[in-house]
């Protein structure tokens, strides 16, 4: 998490790192002590109303995004929050890609990070005002402009024609955790056609409500330390209770390009998950790892493999994936690495994005997760 507070009036706080935390959250223990968000009843209707409606489609697959950073107030009535530089657009892009392939897309976002569709026209890069021609008294879009928003706009219009998108804010970390298991929980009904794109950039650390100030802290009161708290990695529940046959892919964000690896392993040898995929922050756009896990038979002694090449689970599921998880320890795990570069994959294409790649491959991934859960 890159913390950033509002400089003025109150000091920068010195950069320091408490390596012991105050208290240790477990996730019974986050959901019981921190408040929801007010709307989450409201919202987790929404949301299952909109699930259930896909869940009755035969053969269609639903994939939850997550998308943009989540922010860390420092007070109840918040002035100043402590936030990252995620703007969605790994979120927005992919949900695009899964859109065109035939997925319903429940997309949740932070509030005012970038959108599906109408990320192409962010006031920022590509402001939309610039792109509109007045004759008389008729609004037009000028060619080349035109020509590039065609397929978007009808790509657009399709989605909300056919309801296979549903947008759900939120702008806390707090938000986000009870929102995430919320949805997780809707989402299980849906067994393996359901898949998890979990690219919301997640603090790591958070202010439990009793230590947050009610009011603007104020800036007579000397220099400014503030001591956090490890937000619970709720991954471990989210796959091995809220979602056991959910395909449950989590993005982990490196600037040492050198720990992408190991620390992707890591996630995958704690939670149980079937794909971490890596990104260095410089890099993100054109350059990603996927990680996934093989695991060998310790006690066979030779060097068959149990199970396919990706993704890395059970080759036969009669003993079904949550005791599959939960038998992991007992075996040897061994992990193969898929690089995607966009140079390599679309040499002649300088608009393509890496996304595209990442879905496609997902997709694969995915039908095959599907297919052995239907054996
Ligand atoms: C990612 O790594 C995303 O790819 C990015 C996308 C946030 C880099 P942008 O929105 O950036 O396109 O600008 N997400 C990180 C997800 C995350 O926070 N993972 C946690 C971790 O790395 C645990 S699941 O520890």
């Given at each position: 998490?890159?913390?950033?507070?509002?400089?003025?009036?109150?000091?920068?706080?010195?950069a320091?790192?408490?390596?012991?935390?105050q208290?240790?959250?477990?996730?019974?223990?986050?959901?019981?002590?921190?408040?929801?968000?007010?709307?989450?009843?409201?919202?987790?209707?929404?949301?299952?109303?909109?699930?259930?409606?896909?869940?009755?489609?035969?053969?269609k697959?639903?994939?939850?995004?997550?998308?943009?950073?989540?922010t860390?107030?420092?007070?109840?009535?918040?002035?100043r929050?402590?936030?990252?530089?995620?703007?969605?657009?790994?979120?927005?892009?992919?949900?695009?890609?899964?859109?065109?392939?035939?997925?319903?897309?429940?997309?949740?976002?932070?509030?005012?990070?970038?959108r599906?569709?109408?990320?192409?026209?962010?006031h920022?890069?590509?402001?939309?005002?610039?792109?509109?021609?007045?004759?008389?008294?008729?609004?037009?879009?000028?060619?080349?402009?035109?020509?590039?928003?065609?397929?978007i706009?009808?790509?657009?219009?399709?989605?909300?024609?056919?309801?296979?998108?549903?947008?759900?804010?939120?702008?806390?970390?707090?938000?986000?955790?009870?929102?995430?298991?919320?949805?997780?929980?809707?989402?299980?009904?849906?067994?393996?056609?359901?898949?998890?794109?979990?690219?919301?950039?997640?603090?790591?650390?958070?202010?439990?409500?009793?230590?947050?100030?009610?009011?603007?802290?104020?800036s007579?009161?000397?220099s400014?330390?503030?001591?956090?708290?490890?937000?619970?990695?709720v991954?471990?529940?989210?796959?091995?209770?809220?979602?056991?046959?959910?395909?449950?892919?989590?993005?982990?964000?490196?600037?040492?390009?050198d720990?992408?690896v190991?620390?992707?392993?890591?996630?995958?040898?704690?939670?149980?998950?079937?794909?971490?995929?890596?990104?260095?922050?410089?890099?993100?756009?054109?350059?990603?790892?996927?990680?996934?896990?093989?695991?060998?038979?310790?006690?066979?002694?030779?060097?068959?493999?149990?199970g396919?090449?990706?993704?890395?689970?059970a080759?036969?599921?009669?003993?079904?994936?949550?005791?599959?998880?939960?038998d992991?320890?007992?075996?040897?795990?061994?992990?193969?690495?898929?690089?995607?570069?966009?140079?390599?994959?679309?040499?002649?294409?300088?608009e393509?994005?890496?996304e595209?790649?990442?879905?496609?491959?997902?997709?694969?991934r995915?039908?095959?997760?599907i297919?052995?859960?239907?054996?």
């Amino acid at each position: 998490m890159t913390g950033s507070v509002d400089p003025a009036p109150v000091p920068a706080p010195a950069a320091t790192h408490t390596p012991t935390p105050q208290r240790e959250f477990t996730t019974d223990d986050y959901f019981q002590t921190q408040r929801p968000p007010a709307n989450l009843k409201e919202k987790t209707e929404v949301m299952r109303a909109w699930v259930d409606k896909w869940a009755g489609v035969e053969g269609k697959n639903v994939v939850l995004v997550t998308s943009g950073g989540t922010t860390v107030p420092l007070e109840a009535n918040t002035v100043r929050f402590l936030d990252n530089f995620s703007a969605g657009t790994r979120g927005a892009t992919s949900a695009e890609y899964f859109l065109e392939r035939g997925y319903a897309v429940l997309f949740l976002h932070r509030t005012h990070s970038l959108r599906p569709f109408s990320r192409h026209y962010s006031h920022s890069l590509n402001p939309f005002l610039d792109l509109l021609t007045i004759t008389g008294d008729s609004i037009g879009v000028a060619d080349p402009q035109a020509a590039k928003l065609l397929p978007i706009l009808r790509a657009y219009n399709k989605a909300q024609a056919e309801g296979t998108i549903l947008s759900v804010e939120f702008q806390t970390i707090n938000d986000y955790l009870w929102l995430l298991r919320a949805a997780t929980g809707i989402m299980a009904p849906l067994e393996r056609r359901g898949m998890f794109y979990l690219a919301a950039a997640v603090s790591d650390f958070f202010l439990p409500e009793d230590r947050v100030a009610e009011h603007k802290i104020q800036s007579t009161k000397g220099s400014l330390s503030l001591e956090m708290d490890q937000v619970p990695k709720v991954l471990r529940p989210l796959v091995q209770e809220w979602t056991p046959e959910g395909y449950i892919v989590s993005f982990k964000l490196e600037t040492d390009e050198d720990l992408l690896v190991p620390k992707a392993r890591a996630a995958l040898s704690r939670y149980g998950h079937q794909l971490v995929i890596g990104n260095e922050l410089h890099k993100r756009k054109h350059e990603v790892v996927f990680v996934e896990r093989k695991l060998r038979e310790k006690s066979v002694g030779d060097d068959r493999i149990r199970g396919a090449e990706t993704p890395p689970l059970a080759d036969s599921d009669a003993e079904g994936a949550p005791a599959f998880r939960r038998d992991i320890k007992k075996k040897k795990e061994v992990f193969s690495e898929t690089w995607l570069h966009l140079n390599q994959l679309a040499p002649n294409r300088p608009e393509a994005e890496i996304e595209e790649f990442i879905i496609d491959e997902l997709l694969k991934r995915h039908q095959e997760w599907i297919d052995r859960g239907a054996k």
